[in-house]
């Protein structure tokens, strides 16, 4: 006797770098999600996701669908990418209906008003990211604005990066399972959970000692911190420096490139130019110190 949660992985203006990531879990494997219980007693019965399943054109878009008209107020929502507002959404279209395009924003409104929970996935659905930067043109906007120009309020939960750690989406997922969906508490002021995006990058980073010190890598491959290069870590809410990526092989900054700040929502025109120093930005008082000192003594 295994529950099913049907879940329906909807693709707007995205790259598929989202979905990309979310099949290179490692524990547990794309596969295991697929053909095993996620924990005990519940699978996650993936119904529609376009990089993966087998069926295409109409008989996929049917089939997502019947999984709206069957299975209402029981199935997730997934959403990977913003959504383009401009021009009622014509410039993102996913099937037809009557022989007329249907845009994302049309099928998000859909597929959100029956749904149980909605899942933003990636900076683009949770922030509008790279999509939504400056200029714009398509009009791109987060998952929440859209259900609001909608009109729909819906349980939703953010899993921002570019892209996000796999462990963010399944372990946010894994805790609706067994907890529930999560608290007003359990999420940050951007719908973030705080078990993934609960510190700063700055916290944890094996090159804080350096930070403190004072001491700061002029160029690349140089030991130090890496904030002179333009470093986001001190304003990025993420768990990478414990986590890790490619099964806790390494991390960007592990391999000696600054963090870019891709789980913000200010993310990427707001953390623009990458490879630049912050400016007025509060930094711990201790490296600020002993940066000055180093200052003086030049």
Avoid at 179 to 206: F, V
Avoid at 266 to 289: N, Q, R
Wanted: proline content about 8%.
């Amino acid at each position: 006797m295994v529950k099913e949660i049907p879940v329906i992985y909807f693709q707007a203006a995205t790259c598929s770098g989202c979905a990309v990531t979310m099949l290179n879990t490692a524990s547990p494997t794309i596969k295991n999600v697929l053909i095993d219980p996620l924990v005990p007693g519940v699978h996650i019965n993936l119904r529609f996701h376009p990089v993966i399943m087998a069926a295409s054109g109409e008989m996929a878009i049917e089939l997502m669908e019947d999984t709206v008209a069957r299975k209402k107020g029981e199935y997730v929502l997934v959403v990977d990418g913003a959504i383009s507002t401009a021009d009622g959404g014509v410039y993102a279209v996913v099937g037809e209906r009557g022989g007329s395009p249907v845009t994302t924003l049309q099928r998000v409104g859909e597929l959100a008003r029956d749904a149980m929970a909605v899942i933003a996935m990636g900076t683009c659905a949770s922030f509008g990211g790279i999509s939504a930067a400056p200029p714009n043109l398509t009009g791109c906007v987060p998952v929440k604005a859209a259900l609001e120009q909608k009109g729909i309020n819906k349980p939703l939960i953010n899993i921002p990066g570019c892209p996000p750690h796999p462990d963010w989406f399944f372990g946010t997922v894994a805790s609706i399972i067994l907890h529930g969906l999560p608290k007003p508490e359990d999420l940050d002021e951007h719908l973030r959970p705080k078990a993934y995006y609960g510190k700063l990058i700055h916290e944890n980073c094996p090159r804080r000692a350096y930070f403190d010190e004072g001491k700061f890598a002029r160029k690349f491959g140089e030991d130090g911190c890496l904030y002179e290069l333009g470093c986001k870590g001190p304003i990025t809410y993420a768990d990478c420096p414990l986590r890790r990526w490619n099964s806790g092989t390494n991390w960007v900054i592990g391999a000696g490139a600054p963090c870019n700040g891709c789980t913000q929502p200010e993310f990427p025109h707001g953390m623009a130019p990458f490879y630049e120093k912050l400016i007025d930005v509060d930094l711990p008082v201790v490296g600020a110190y002993w940066a000055n000192k180093t200052k003086e003594a030049n």
